[in-house]
């Protein structure tokens, strides 16, 4: 394993960091505790010393899995990330409820490293400024209960900016960033910007919510076979000096084992110039074929209507590779509500982090299939 600074905190993190939002499953979608518990348990025995979960993962679910995976000794070889769920906060007090409860689940003294969650410019201004929370974040490593502040992002590069200039004790903070997206949301200029200001970077999404690992074949074709497709996406990463960190959600053992060997061999500047003008060429592909940049995040579920938003997204998606027919077919087949079910409410986009005008596309999809 090989291991990073992350920022002002002075912690060495593992370059693989353990995401514990799409961990196995049983068939009633609850965690699989047993396998759960064994994959991370691994992780952690082959060098992985960053564990990131939130709130709201799995239901809840999450930070109480994660409490149990630390139990045995596992604590003391592991910094455990969570984070402060600024929907929930509706004055300062809940900011202490919200903690007290999470250490609550997560069975632990202290948290290490305590994010303000996928932060907009709506909550920073509207939560965190309004009800001082960074102040009770203070108060919150004063009395012992987190040891490092940051916060995680989904908003425009000038918002970045301002919330990085807005709180000069940021020790870090975690984008979503993929050989895809550099110029998503913080992009390649906020990871520089955050590395500038001396904060350790975190990476989400460095897989586009799982797409880059099974790419679409005109995608795949681009992509050399000498590495993985998900080898490529994160050495892409690794090879910046300005990332502190990756985070996989991984879900199984073969993905936790296939990563790890991935983080043996990161290194600062590992791509060479025809690796980077390969991968540049594959987002071009990518670039003219997708149609909505949606990750598979679920944040939007569930809908009034009982549309699985991702799953129409996915299908529609579909068309620019295979088709407007095949994707049509497969649309049709669907035994779950379909676009036309959209009662445009709107719920669902207050929840998405990449700003998806989903009611919109629904009426798109309508159209496409028609
Ligand atoms: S706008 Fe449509 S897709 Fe979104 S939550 Fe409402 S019914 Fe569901
Ligand atoms: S539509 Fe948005 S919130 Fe829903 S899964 Fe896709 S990216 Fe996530």
Known sequence: MNYRKLGKTGLEL????????????????????????????????????????AFPYHDGNSEILVGKALKDGYREKTYIATKCPPWVIKCADDFDKTLDEQLHKLNVDYIDCYLFHALDKNRWNNVILKYNLLEKAEKAMADGKIRHIGFSFHDDLDTFKSIIDGYDKWEFCQIQLNYIGINHQAGIKGLEYAASKGLGVIIMEPLLGGKLANPPANLKKAISPEKTPVEWAFDFLWNRPEVSILLSGMGNRQQVRDNIEYASRA??????????????????????????????????????????????????????????????????????????????????EAQCPQAIKISDTMKDIVKAFA
């Open 14 to 53: 593992s370059v693989l960091g353990f995401g514990c939002m799409r961990l196995p499953t049983l068939a009633d979608k609850s965690i699989n505790e047993k396998e759960a518990v064994s994959i991370i348990r691994e992780a952690i025995d082959s060098g992985v010393n960053y564990l990131d979960t």
């Open 267 to 348: 290194a600062v500047g590992m791509l060479s110039e025809e690796n980077l003008a390969m991968l540049e060429k594959a987002k071009h592909i990518y670039d003219t074929t997708a149609i909505v940049g949606c990750t598979k995040c679920e944040y939007c579920l569930p809908c009034p209507a009982g549309i699985i938003i991702p799953k129409v997204f996915e299908i529609y998606n579909m068309s620019a590779v295979a088709g407007v027919i095949a994707a049509g077919e497969k649309y049709k087949s669907m035994t779950t509500p379909r676009a036309d079910a959209c009662l445009t409410c709107r719920k669902c």
